[in-house]
């Protein structure tokens, strides 16, 4: 066989040493590049064939056509950008493209395969919530769509369509059946984040959010955990001992973005909470503050609305009496004293099951995520330490001030007149049909 000379430029030389160093094309394609260079040395192919372990034949092939693209590869080298020319010797080294096998499945058939992903499995006498591969592959067949077709085969063609029937995101809906009442709560809400700012600049009140982190289990791992290492990842042991359980109180300042003064406490319950509420108020802050709560009982208990009601300096028998008259004799008498816009400490309830609209509970997540989910705690101490040192350390890395943007839900009129997705559409598309455009259709 009769040997062909290449001859390369100084910068396509280097690059061809590059990959051969590199490693990261694959081994072919270093073998190529180094019969290239060895071609380029005029080396025959015998010789070279010795030195790669590839047969005198292959050597040949890769060497010619490296040498029939050396006319594009001066024209890229032209152009002066080495990323370039790197890709483009890369791609001469490599193997063409394949046609591949005949399609095994017609369109008709994987259109079906997907269809069962996305049914619900117990229509088809499966007791089960969601599919798996495997049972999508075995329905295919009972239902006589196709004869046999493997798992892995299943799986290409839900990743074709990025389609995973395992997983699910869940969404939490508001109980409450006045949805006017609904919407005038969670507006009140956003506007009382949208408004904090100003707030705090003209009166020297400060927004913040506030609710209890309970249960939080200081539990000690029998075996200290291993650390992940490079193609394994971190292992803990399952068994632990329990040392008792406490409850966090936090305090998410709105504008500033931190968490300040919690209050960590084995018990929670009516004086607890007015007894963190009482020490924010005594910290000088603020000259007032308002408070975005939830609809928990101990929010508007009876020593929340009398220590309120002393710092306000409004008498105790104005108060009533709890369960018969006056501001004490119920929650909705309670709440309604604690909420009034006049007073310079006030309270903002969120609605029901509406916990995503209090701001601190993003905190708290954070919280469960770097603190408890692995820790690993010898006593409550220990556990009331760790938390301590995080929220230090959250305040001064992390924690900054929320972008909130949502200002309460839309009409129905709004939200079909002027969606801006077809997610905010789609609760009022049975409006379109009565609802006029501009042009009269």
């Not at 701001?359 to 301590?388: H, P, W, Y």
């Amino acid at each position: 066989m009769r040997s062909i000379s290449i001859d390369l430029t100084t910068l396509m030389t280097e690059i061809l040493q590059e990959v051969i160093r590199s490693r990261l094309p694959g081994i072919a394609v270093i073998q190529r590049a180094r019969c290239i260079l060895l071609a380029h040395g005029k080396m025959e192919y015998v010789a070279i064939s010795q030195a790669v372990q590839l047969s005198a034949k292959a050597v040949g092939r890769w060497v010619r056509r490296f040498a029939d693209s050396l006319e594009a590869l001066r024209h890229v080298e032209k152009t002066g950008v080495r990323a370039a020319l790197t890709r483009a010797i890369i791609d001469c080294l490599r193997d063409a493209p394949r046609s591949g096998a005949p399609k095994k499945f017609t369109p008709a058939e994987v259109t079906c395969m997907i269809s069962i992903a996305c049914e619900d499995p117990e229509k088809s006498n499966r007791p089960v919530t969601s599919w798996t591969v495997r049972e999508i592959a075995s329905e295919a067949v009972l239902r006589n769509i196709v004869t046999s077709v493997s798992v892995s085969q299943v799986q290409r063609f839900l990743n074709q369509v990025q389609l995973r029937p395992h997983k699910k995101k869940g969404w939490c809906f508001t109980t409450e059946k006045d949805q006017e009442l609904f919407q005038s709560q969670a507006e009140a809400v956003c506007t009382t984040y949208l408004e904090a700012a100003q707030l705090l600049e003209q009166k020297n009140t400060r927004t913040v959010c506030v609710d209890e982190m309970t249960s939080l289990q200081a539990n000690e791992k029998r075996a200290p955990g291993k650390r992940p290492a490079p193609g394994q990842c971190g292992k803990e042991e399952c068994q632990y001992t329990r040392h008792g359980t406490v409850c966090l109180t936090g305090n998410w300042d709105v504008v500033a973005g931190q968490f300040v003064m919690p209050t960590i406490e084995e018990t929670r319950n009516n004086k607890d909470f007015a007894k963190h509420i009482e020490r924010l108020l005594k910290s000088g802050l603020a000259d007032g503050w308002v408070f975005v709560v939830d609809n928990l009982n101990t929010h508007c208990g009876e020593p929340l609305v009398r220590m309120i009601a002393k710092v306000l300096g409004i008498p105790s028998k104005k108060l009533g009496k709890s369960k018969k008259c006056g501001i004490l004799k119920n929650m909705g008498s309670r709440r309604a004293f604690l909420s009034d816009i006049s007073h310079k400490i006030r309270f903002v309830y969120i609605p029901k099951h509406s916990s995503w609209l209090n701001q601190v509970e993003a905190v708290f997540g954070m919280f469960n995520r770097r603190v408890m989910r692995s820790g690993n705690f010898t006593s409550k101490a220990d556990l009331i330490s760790k938390l301590q040192r995080f929220t230090a350390y959250f305040n001064a890395t992390i924690a900054k001030p929320m972008m909130w943007t949502f200002t309460g839900r839309p009409t129905e009129q709004e939200a079909v007149e002027s969606p801006k997705t077809w997610r905010q559409l789609w609760p009022f598309r049975h409006l379109l049909a009565t609802i006029e455009t501009p042009d009269g259709t």
